[in-house]
């Protein structure tokens, strides 16, 4: 069981005591340190990475409460507090307060009271993380501070991303599906000379054949049959900022051509406009393909491709940055908390143990699905194994999922008798990809040996 409580007071019956009411009421384990000089070495060890509240005394030798708070502050600044006294004076309290504490009680205190308190502290404090990278994100200031990883497994290609933000230039973000490529061009964008503008982004592949024109350029009305009004499309809506382009190698050739004069023009023609339009935009693209091996097939331009590569970066897989996934197990579980209205959970240790050691093919996106369908089977503050449906405890394996043995098969007939459209069955068959492959259509719809872009298509039908 991880630790996510420090508890700090010289009186090691109130540690035992406070200890033992958060394990049998909350599941939650604890760390305890019988001054502010212990409780700083805790947190500047390994186990910090674990905790996520402080229960601390305010009268203690050694280091007292107050001290300890304000180095907190300074140095722990995400980590809620709440301050214990035996005092009666108000000023503490006021003084607390003023030096970031969360909550003040005096003992003695109810376990009832403490256990509100606690469950407060830990709702506030996901609350304020996940208002401040909204806000970000809104304001166009997401940095690479903000992204999990920017101190350990994404550090490496962090450092070019920052190199990436200080050049006005178009970049290309490469990577398996599920790697977070578009939070990193967030993060690019935020870090440039571009932040506070817009962050427009676009999946290419997502996008009829026959709309895509008008959605990236914009068109006048009339332009065609069903253009009913004007649109000024995504790269004005862009302008000043970023336009993320996702999964770019899926765009058709004609639009290639069109987007290739919006690198060298800097300007966009709107469908039925007949002049064009200046722009000021930089292109942040993404791509899953080996474009090199598409513009040899020529299924994209090369010119194209050049244009967009100025600035590779190859985001890695999950498997390869193993040291991230706690923290971002720890991520996804209060995400999922804040959604659902409820206090954090914790994973067992031999649980995220087997979390560290799996491949996971569908990379980030794939974890977050695996710890959101936990969260939903798991009726304890604890995830274990048993919550991990279709997950297996294996090392390397990340699915004992199999089509044959977890899926009916497929009827050419109802149950009143009548045969299914050709429609329906395929529609029967890529949902049943859909779910085998944990919702990742990159995979589904290649084992299906139907391109992603078609693959979108028909699911909106």
């Known amino acids: 069981m991880t630790k996510p409580v420090l508890i700090v007071d010289d009186d090691s019956m109130q540690r035992q005591m406070l200890s033992t009411l958060l394990r049998r009421k909350m599941d939650f384990g604890s760390e305890t340190a019988k001054n502010g000089h212990e409780a700083l070495e805790i947190l500047g060890s390994d ?12 009268n203690m030798p050694v280091m007292g409460g107050m001290e300890t708070l304000e180095i907190l502050r300074q140095k722990h600044p995400a980590i809620p507090v709440i301050m214990l006294t035996g005092s009666k004076d108000i000023e503490d309290a006021v003084e607390a307060m003023k030096l970031g504490a969360i909550d003040f009680l005096n003992k003695p205190f109810e376990g009832d009271r403490i256990l509100v308190t606690v469950k407060n502290a830990l709702r506030i404090s996901m609350l304020s993380k996940e208002v401040s990278r909204l806000k970000n994100e809104k304001e166009g200031t997401f940095s690479f501070e903000n992204l999990i990883g920017h101190d350990g497994g994404l550090l490496p290609v962090i450092n070019i991303g920052r ?18 490529k578009e939070i990193f061009a967030k993060a690019i964008h935020g870090e440039s000379v571009r932040a506070g503008k817009p962050f427009i982004a676009v999946n290419c592949g997502a996008i009829p054949a026959q709309l895509v024109e008008s959605t990236l350029f914009g068109h006048e009305k009339g332009a065609f049959t069903g253009a009913t009004g004007k649109t000024i499309g995504k790269f004005r809506e862009a302008e000043g900022g970023t336009i993320f382009l996702d999964e770019v190698g899926e765009l058709p050739l004609d639009t290639q051509v069109k987007l290739l004069r919006v690198l060298q023009q800097k300007e966009v023609e709107p469908v039925g406009a007949g002049k064009p339009v200046p722009v000021n935009v930089r292109i942040i693209s993404a791509t899953n393909r080996d474009l090199q091996d598409e513009v040899n097939q020529r299924n994209f331009r090369e010119d194209l491709f050049f244009r967009l590569n100025v600035l590779q970066i190859e985001l890695p897989p999950l498997r390869d940055r193993r040291n991230d996934i706690p ?84 009827r050419i007939i109802s149950d009143d008798g009548v045969f299914k459209t050709v429609g329906e069955i395929e529609i029967e068959a890529m949902q049943m990809a859909l779910e085998h492959f944990d919702h990742n259509i990159t995979q589904a719809s290649k084992a299906l040996g139907m391109a992603k872009s078609t693959f979108y298509k028909k699911m909106k039908i």
């Open 163 to 180: 190199k990436a933000s200080a050049a006005d230039i178009p970049v290309l973000i490469t990577g398996e599906t599920g790697t977070g």
């Open 327 to 410: 923290s971002l197990t720890n991520h996804f579980i209060e995400r999922f908390c804040i959604n659902e209205g409820g206090i954090p959970k914790d994973i067992s240790d031999t649980m995220l143990k087997n979390l560290i050691t799996h491949d996971w093919p569908g990379n980030v996106r794939q974890l977050e699905n695996t710890i959101n369908r936990a969260m939903v089977m798991s009726d304890s503050n604890i995830l274990n194994i048993e919550d991990f449906t279709g997950l297996s405890t294996e090392p390397g394996n990340a699915y004992v999922n199999n089509a044959a043995t977890h899926h009916k098969d497929i």
């Open 47 to 58: 186990q910090s990475k674990t905790i996520k509240l402080i229960i601390m005394d305010l």
